[in-house]
Nanobody
């Protein structure tokens, strides 16, 4: 079955960096667009970034502009989220998701598979 396993979360001070990874199995990774979402306590899950199967990326400009980068390595069946200049408001559980479609997906219901999430905590 399809599995998405996130890793790389943790506790970091404001201004620091983390790189999240999401390893996919049970699917033909190169046929899937991938996305990152996050959910902070008492808030709805929100879109962070996505990359199409062709490597075209989209970011949530309002919240992560110029700080986060999404990339993928089809040889490793892995998608990454590089997070720089982290802020306390970036604290959330980060989820990766996969969708078998050509276009970029920025809504949760556009994704077919989800990981379990990894906690990112940014201290001030």
């Amino acid at each position: 079955q399809v599995q998405l396993v996130e890793s790389g979360g943790g506790l970091v001070q404001a201004g620091g960096s983390l790189r999240l990874s999401c390893a996919a199995s049970g699917l033909t990774f190169s046929n899937y667009g991938m996305g990152w979402f996050r959910q902070a306590p008492r808030k709805e899950r929100e879109f962070v970034a996505a990359v199409t199967r062709f490597g075209i990326s989209t970011l949530n400009r309002d919240s992560v502009k110029d700080r986060f980068t999404i990339s993928r390595d089809n040889t490793k069946n892995t998608v990454y989220l590089q997070m720089n200049s982290l802020k306390p408001e970036d604290t959330a559980v980060y989820y990766c998701a996969a969708r078998r479609a050509l276009q970029t997906g920025i809504h949760m219901d556009e994704y077919d598979y989800w990981g379990q999430g990894t906690q990112v905590t940014v201290s001030s």
